[in-house]
């Protein structure tokens, strides 16, 4: 289709969609989607995230909404990237953004169309999002200078600084690439936000974990917010750089971090004044703040997790999660079990081979997604392409509601067994238990429901094909001897190092340490879908007033943190009350 043509197909049916949303007509809008249309919203009708599949859920959605809404200025996006153009999702489609305001908001939308069964063009996605407050539009670029050139920045920065040390109207507790990235995003809304980080220097949640970890998206996918890599940086960013970076983000986007620096147990909220007293332990010193948002930013995973084994202080040999594997150097000649068939254990028991460890075995209790770099570089370089803003490939990647995503996936199932083939023939041979997913939708749901159970493999599969890494499926350890992990089945491998590449604990769990179970109880879950297939907890009110998660990848962050400081800044100004 030329883009002349794909400009037409838009036109005509925006013109009665953007009608119907500026007459507040229902009917008009409803008639607009296919049946089996999907309407994602976040902040637009409502202070939340939701996503409705079907006229009836969103006639239902908007029948006390739209009204006062008051739509207007709804017209096509001509942004390079947003104008008319094919779906990513179906050639024969046609994608296009559009803006719009609210009584007091300024937004972005995305939507899909297809045909229907009588060839009119119809809505099978449409997405809209508050991208600004009227009044209090997110900062640009300063200027540089102050004061007439009479000013240096030093002392600008330092005034600045210490006025949010002495009064932060937000704590963000974790320094990591979550953390970092909501700071910065809060900065540019004028939003005075101190970051609290455990650990001596930024970016140290990084430097702790092993040697060889490098990230298994490639770099346009994990960009932090404004500010992009070199050109000359590597396409797969290691560990090290990665840690890095983040360092010089900190001081680059001039943001507030105590290193060092924890909240104390238990920070308590006043229901009337709206804050919190929180203490926390700087660098050895106790101070008190009153800020009236708490985000905890410390990533999705809480506390490691282990299994339940017995007799643990039987064995004479090493037990240690992967949370704490700094290398396989030390394991050199030894034998060694890795609980645990996900990302981490394939890089671990990798390393562990390259390292000279006498053996190495993987222990598989369920099923596994394993799939190449080359698929995952290929799907993800086509949403986040080379030289693409960022923003405008979140924002086409964030229109997918993901239980639509999650269905129109599957329909692939095929072929990306057939994509991997070479891949899995070793690894089914070797005893591995292979699935795609867990409808066979892949491996991207995999994220979002279990932040696991799959893996991006970088090396391990052709060591356990050439026998270098052996694999145990399908039974629990039970319990330990002096030398040996005994499973449930009463078979026995010998060992003088385990390793438990098995996950963590929820944070929600994790913070009922520091916050008390009364207060962590009144938040809702993290992490997962829910029913209508929007991430639970995360940058959306949790429940608990005053109290935030933010959690996911490099995407969630870049992208959800503006959802995040405009509730917060809606909040601030009165607009909504959480």
Known sequence: MSSESLRVVADEWFKLFAAALQTANIVGITSSFLPSGWLRDVLTFSWNNRSLAGRDKIAAYLQNTLAKAKIADVVLDDTPGLSPQPSALNPNWVASGFTYTTAIAIGQGYFHLAKDTDGAWKAQLVFMLVTDLKGYEENGPEQGIYEGHTRPWIDVHSERRQKIEDNPYVIIVGAGQTGLTIAARFRQMNIPSLVVEANSRVGDVWRKRYPSLTLHTPRSHHSLLYQPYPQNWPIYTPRDKLADWLEHYALSQDLVVWTNSRPLP?????????????????????????????????????????????????????????????????????????????????????????????????????????????????????????????????????????????????????????????????????????????????????????????????????????????????????????????????????????????????????????????????????????????????????????????????????????????????????????
């Open 266 to 578: 238990t920070p308590t909220f006043d229901f009337s004044t709206k804050k919190w007293t929180v203490v926390i332990d700087k660098n050895g010193t106790q101070v008190t703040r009153h800020p009236a948002h708490i985000v905890l930013a410390t990533g999705t995973l809480g506390k490691p997790r282990y299994p339940d084994i017995a007799n643990k202080d039987v064995f004479r040999g090493i037990t240690i999660h992967a949370c704490n594997y700094v290398g396989g150097h030390p394991f050199s000649g030894k034998r060694v079990v890795v609980i645990g068939a996900g990302n981490t254990s394939a890089d671990v028991c990798q390393d562990l081979v390259v390292q000279s460890a006498k053996s190495v075995t993987m222990v598989q209790r369920s099923s596994t997604c394993v799939v190449s770099p080359k698929s995952v570089e290929a799907t993800i370089t086509r949403a986040w392409p080379e030289g693409v803003p960022p923003q405008v490939s979140d924002l086409k990647y964030m229109a997918y509601p993901l239980s639509f995503f999650k269905g129109f996936l599957r329909q692939f199932e095929k072929e990306a067994w057939d994509r991997d083939r070479d891949l899995h023939e070793g690894l089914i041979k070797a005893g591995l238990k292979l699935n795609m997913g867990t409808d066979g939708s892949g491996i991207a749901p995999l994220l979002y429901e279990r932040l696991g159970g799959y893996w991006i493999d970088v090396g391990c599969a052709e060591f356990i094909s050439a026998g270098k890494i052996q694999i145990k499926h399908g039974v629990e350890p039970e319990y330990f001897t002096e030398d040996t992990l005994v499973f449930k089945d009463g078979t026995a491998l010998p060992a003088d190092v385990v390793i438990f590449a098995t996950g963590y604990h929820n944070i929600r769990d994790s913070m009922k340490e520091i916050f008390g179970e009364e207060t962590i109880e009144r938040t809702s879950p993290v992490w997962g879908m829910d029913e209508e297939g929007e991430l639970r907890g995360c940058y959306r009110p949790t429940g608990h007033p005053g109290l935030w998660y933010g959690a996911g990848d490099f995407v969630n962050s870049r992208f959800s943190s503006k959802q995040l400081a405009l509730e917060i800044k809606a909040a601030e100004l009165g607009l909504v009350e959480f």
